[in-house]
C-alpha cells in the first residue's frame, strides 16, 4: 500500500491520539491528520472505537486518518469535573450489555442511569447480570432487573460454570458489533472470554476482602470473538448523562403511566389531590427511591441541556471573534 492510497478500516484500539485502524488483513497504527485537527471542532469530531475511518499509509506502516465515515450509533457521557464536555465512549455499536454482579455491584439505581445513555445511542440494550453462580436467589434478582428497565431483556450469566453464556450469545446476531459497560470488577473482560471460549481479554481476580475487581481494562479495545466484534471498556467510576431526556420515558415507563393517571396536566406529584404517582407511593405499588431517582436523572438533563448550550453560546462567540481577528 503506498501513501496515497485510501483505505477504509475500522478503529480497534485507542490510546489518547493514537489509534490501531484494522482493514480485513492487517493492522495500522495511526494518528490523525493536520488537515483532520486542524478541522475538527470538537471531541465528538475524532475517531473513537468502533469508528470507521478512511486513512492513508506513510513509511514504516504508519498511518495517517483522513476522514472519519458516518456513524450509526454513538454512547457517550459527560465528562467528569466541571468542564461541559461529551466524552465519547464508542461508536457504531449495535447492543449494549449493561454488566452488573451479583453481590457488591447490583445497583439499581445505577442500571437505570446506564440504560437511559443506552437508549439514547439507538442501540439496544441488553442486561447481563455477572456472576450469578455466587447467589441462590438469581430469580429473584432477575424480576427486580426487569421491573426496574421495563422492556430490555436480562441474561444472568456465570462465566466460572458457563451457564447463560451460550443464551446470550444465542441473543446476539453473526455480525453484531456490542460494547460491555459496567463497574471495575464486574467481570466484563471475563465475559468476553467466555464469548470467545479462549482468553483474549486480560483479567485479574477480585480481592476476596470487599469483592472488588482491580482496574484491569485500561483502555477501550474491539475484539473479534466467535463472529462478532466486542468492545470492552474500562470500569466507570462515574457516568454523568450527556443526553437522554427524550428517553427518560423507556427507562420509567411505569412512572410516565402513572402521571398520565394524574388528576391534572400539570401534576408537579407534590400535593395536589388526584395525583396517581403519590397515591402509587403511599399504596407500595412505586418504590420511592425508584421516583426520586426519576426526579434526580430528569433534573440532570435539565441542567445538562443548559450547560450545554451555554457553552455552544460561547464557542460560537469566541469562533466569530476568530474570524474577525
Given at each position: 500500500m503506498n501513501q496515497t492510497t485510501i483505505t477504509t478500516g475500522r478503529v480497534t484500539a485507542q490510546f489518547q491520539h493514537m489509534y490501531t485502524v484494522t482493514t480485513e488483513n492487517e493492522a495500522y497504527t495511526c494518528s490523525v491528520s493536520g488537515k483532520f485537527r486542524h478541522e475538527a471542532e470538537s471531541e465528538r469530531d475524532y475517531p473513537v472505537i468502533g469508528d470507521y475511518v478512511e486513512f492513508t499509509v506513510r513509511e514504516h506502516g504508519q498511518g495517517l486518518i483522513r476522514r472519519l465515515l458516518e456513524r450509526r450509533t454513538v454512547l457517550s457521557r459527560a465528562a467528569a469535573g466541571n468542564e461541559t464536555r461529551e466524552q465519547?465512549?464508542?461508536a457504531n455499536v449495535d447492543y449494549i450489555l449493561i454488566t452488573m454482579a451479583c453481590g457488591h455491584d447490583f445497583n439499581l439505581r445505577r442500571l437505570e442511569r446506564y440504560s437511559l445513555a443506552a437508549w439514547e445511542t439507538g442501540?439496544?440494550?441488553l442486561i447481563v447480570l455477572t456472576k450469578s453462580d455466587q447467589v441462590e436467589d438469581v430469580n429473584g434478582l432477575v424480576s427486580d432487573l426487569t421491573l426496574t428497565v421495563p422492556g430490555v431483556d436480562v441474561h444472568p450469566v456465570s462465566s466460572v460454570t458457563g451457564n447463560g453464556v451460550e443464551t446470550l450469545r444465542n441473543a446476539l446476531p453473526n455480525g453484531s458489533t456490542i460494547a460491555l459497560v459496567g463497574s471495575s470488577g464486574v467481570g466484563k473482560s471475563t465475559l468476553t472470554n467466555a464469548l470467545a471460549g479462549e482468553t483474549i481479554a486480560a483479567t485479574q481476580a477480585v480481592r476476596e476482602s470487599d469483592?472488588?475487581?482491580?482496574?484491569?481494562?485500561?483502555?477501550?479495545?474491539?475484539?473479534?470473538v466467535d463472529g462478532l466484534f466486542v468492545i470492552d471498556t474500562p470500569g466507570m467510576r462515574e457516568f454523568g448523562l450527556w443526553d437522554g431526556a427524550d428517553h427518560l420515558d423507556d427507562t420509567f415507563r411505569d412512572i410516565e403511566a402513572l402521571a398520565d393517571a394524574c388528576r391534572f396536566r400539570d401534576c408537579s406529584h407534590q400535593a395536589e389531590p388526584g395525583c396517581a404517582i403519590r397515591q402509587a407511593i403511599e399504596s407500595g405499588t412505586l418504590d420511592a427511591k425508584r421516583y426520586?431517582?426519576?426526579?434526580?436523572?430528569?433534573?440532570?438533563?435539565?441542567y445538562a441541556e443548559k450547560r450545554q448550550a451555554e457553552a455552544a453560546r460561547l464557542a460560537e462567540k469566541k469562533k466569530k471573534r476568530k474570524m474577525k481577528s
Open positions: 465519547l465512549i464508542c442501540a439496544t440494550p469483592e472488588r475487581g482491580k482496574h484491569t481494562t485500561t483502555h477501550r479495545a474491539l475484539f473479534a426520586q431517582s426519576f426526579v434526580k436523572l430528569e433534573r440532570e438533563l435539565r
